[in-house]
T-cell receptor, first 116, second 113 residues
Framework: AQKITQTQPGMFVQEKEAVTLDCTYDTSDPSYGLFWYKQPSSGEMIFLIYQGSYDQQNATEGRYSLNFQKARKSANLVISASQLGDSAMYFCAMREGLLGAQKLVFGQGTRLTINP | AAGVIQSPRHLIKEKRETATLKCYPIPRHDTVYWYQQGPGQDPQFLISFYEKMQSDKGSIPDRFSAQQFSDYHSELNMSSLELGDSALYFC????????????FGDGTRLSIL
């Protein structure tokens, strides 16, 4: 069964608009971490934001925020005031177990294109 | 801030050849992970090391082996290369047994001719 699901293969947004990238997950482990990574066309994988399953508040990092709805098992990434440089592939990933050397399991990704 | 260093950035090999990819983690990171990303796919976990010991193993072919050395750098050795091994190979590092994220290197793009 797919542990991480990103249902939007591609999204097109006007510059300066806000955008929400969807991510749902499936786990029976009460302790887990959720991550978002950005992969530009040059290929590198850039860490954006992290949410732990026990965190009381939604994570925020600059223009990035994570809309964490634990009961719905969703962890959507919100990018405010989008910029042309935000055009990239975005991956949601999960680590089961909060501690340890656990691997990341990735979703299929969403390709975001920002139009001027 | 120092990042994960991978070398080489690009590598071209022929079928049945061998390849060695190197990874230097962020200073004070004791855990290294290797991922393989095929064209148009999401990264797939291969193997990880914590404190120089193998920690977890994913879908890594028997033709591949890896280790973490005393200075915490890691090497992924690939033998009898096949066309299907063409991919972007990422190394990531983190502080083990913490809630810190994994930070990725820029990857090694391996092309098999």
């Amino acid at each position: 069964a797919q542990k991480i699901t990103q249902t939007q293969p591609g999204m097109f947004v006007q510059e300066k608009e806000a955008v929400t990238l969807d991510c749902t997950y499936d786990t029976s482990d009460p302790s887990y971490g959720l991550f978002w990574y950005k992969q530009p066309s040059s290929g590198e994988m850039i860490f954006l934001i992290y949410q732990g399953s026990y965190d009381q508040q939604n994570a925020t990092e600059g223009r990035y925020s994570l809309n964490f709805q634990k009961a719905r098992k969703s962890a959507n990434l919100v990018i405010s005031a989008s910029q042309l440089g935000d055009s990239a592939m975005y991956f949601c990933a999960m680590r089961e177990g909060l501690l340890g050397a656990q691997k990341l399991v990735f979703g299929q990704g969403t390709r975001l294109t920002i139009n001027p | 801030a120092a990042g994960v260093i991978q070398s080489p950035r690009h590598l071209i090999k022929e079928k049945r050849e061998t390849a060695t990819l190197k990874c230097y983690p962020i200073p004070r990171h004791d855990t290294v992970y290797w991922y393989q990303q095929g064209p148009g796919q999401d990264p797939q976990f291969l193997i990880s090391f914590y404190e120089k010991m193998q920690s977890d193993k994913g879908s890594i072919p028997d033709r591949f082996s890896a280790q973490q050395f005393s200075d915490y750098h890691s090497e992924l050795n690939m033998s009898s290369l096949e066309l299907g091994d063409s991919a972007l190979y990422f190394c990531a590092s983190s502080v083990g047994y913490s809630n810190q994220p994994q930070h990725f290197g820029d990857g090694t793009r391996l092309s098999i001719l």
